[in-house]
C-alpha cells in the first residue's frame, strides 16, 4: 500500500458517521447492505448518508453494487487488511514477541464465538 492511499483511508474514516458506517459493514460481510438501510439504521439523511458512501468508495473502503433498484455496499477488507499491514509494517521493530499481545487480540475479535472486527 501506498502512503497517500493509507492517508485516504484513514482520513475517510476519520469523520464519526463513516466510522460508524464502516463499521455496520464490516458486521454485515459478506452480504452487505442497501445505502437505505444503512442509512435509516445509522439515522442519517439519505443524500447525506450518499455523500458519505461516496468518500468511503473513493477511499477504497467499500464498494457498490447494484442490486435492482438499489446500491449494495460491501466493506473491502482486504483494503483493511493491506491498511493494517501498513500500519503494522515495521512493527516493534523487527521483534515479533513485542508484537504478539497485538497479534492475540486479534485473532481473539475474530474468534467465532465474537463478530470478527466488530
Not at 38 to 57: E, F, G, K, Q, Y
Not at 65 to 84: F, K, P, T
Given at each position: 500500500?501506498?502512503?497517500?492511499?493509507?492517508?485516504?483511508?484513514?482520513?475517510?474514516?476519520?469523520?464519526?458517521?463513516?466510522?460508524?458506517?464502516?463499521?455496520?459493514?464490516?458486521?454485515q460481510e459478506p452480504d452487505g447492505l442497501p445505502a437505505g438501510e444503512i442509512a435509516r439504521r445509522l439515522d442519517v439523511p439519505h443524500n447525506t448518508m450518499s455523500t458519505h458512501l461516496?468518500?468511503?468508495?473513493?477511499?477504497?473502503?467499500?464498494?457498490?453494487?447494484?442490486?435492482?433498484?438499489?446500491?449494495?455496499?460491501?466493506?473491502?477488507?482486504?483494503?483493511?487488511?493491506?491498511?493494517?499491514?501498513?500500519?503494522?509494517?515495521?512493527?516493534?521493530?523487527?521483534?515479533?514477541?513485542?508484537?504478539?499481545?497485538?497479534?492475540?487480540?486479534?485473532?481473539?475479535?475474530?474468534?467465532?464465538?465474537?463478530?470478527?472486527?466488530?
Amino acid at each position: 500500500m501506498e502512503k497517500k492511499d493509507a492517508i485516504d483511508a484513514l482520513a475517510a474514516l476519520a469523520q464519526p458517521t463513516r466510522l460508524e458506517a464502516f463499521r455496520l459493514l464490516v458486521k454485515q460481510e459478506p452480504d452487505g447492505l442497501p445505502a437505505g438501510e444503512i442509512a435509516r439504521r445509522l439515522d442519517v439523511p439519505h443524500n447525506t448518508m450518499s455523500t458519505h458512501l461516496a468518500i468511503l468508495t473513493r477511499a477504497g473502503l467499500v464498494s457498490a453494487q447494484r442490486h435492482s433498484r438499489s446500491m449494495i455496499y460491501r466493506a473491502e477488507l482486504g483494503l483493511v487488511r493491506q491498511l493494517v499491514l501498513f500500519m503494522l509494517k515495521d512493527c516493534c521493530n523487527g521483534q515479533p514477541d513485542l508484537c504478539a499481545p497485538l497479534i492475540e487480540d486479534i485473532m481473539t475479535s475474530c474468534s467465532p464465538s465474537r463478530s470478527c472486527c466488530g
